[in-house]
Nanobody, 122 residues
């Protein structure tokens, strides 16, 4: 059974940092591209970032480029999102999402985690 469990969310002041983690199990983590997506209150899903199976290729939404960094540790079956210079508009539930085999981009995830809340407020 595929499981994706996010952690690391919380309340942070504008300009602060957080590091999200996603522990993966039930599949060969190192064989799949992964993504972070978020949903702000009252809004739809927004793709945030993606990383290929080996970790050598990453992509970011314009809204987070230069502030967020996606990474993965295939030995630990864990996906990360380092978030710096956080803004109130980054407030959302952040989800870890798995791509199907052979897919490296787009809105075609096949499994999601339960999400972790990030709130940016003074």
């Amino acid at each position: 059974e595929v499981q994706l469990v996010e952690s690391g969310g919380g309340l942070v002041q504008p300009g602060g940092s957080l590091r999200l983690s996603c522990a993966a199990s039930g599949f060969t983590f190192s064989s799949y591209s992964m993504s972070w997506v978020r949903q702000a209150p009252g809004k739809g899903l927004e793709w945030v970032s993606a990383i290929n199976s080996g970790g050598g290729s990453t992509s970011y939404a314009d809204s987070v480029k230069g502030r967020f960094t996606i990474s993965r540790d295939n030995a630990k079956n864990t996906l990360y999102l380092q978030m710096n210079s956080l803004k109130p508009e980054d407030t959302a539930v952040y989800y870890c999402a798995k791509y199907p085999r052979g897919v490296v981009a787009g809105r075609v995830w096949d499994y999601w985690g339960q999400g972790t809340q990030v709130t940016v407020s003074s």
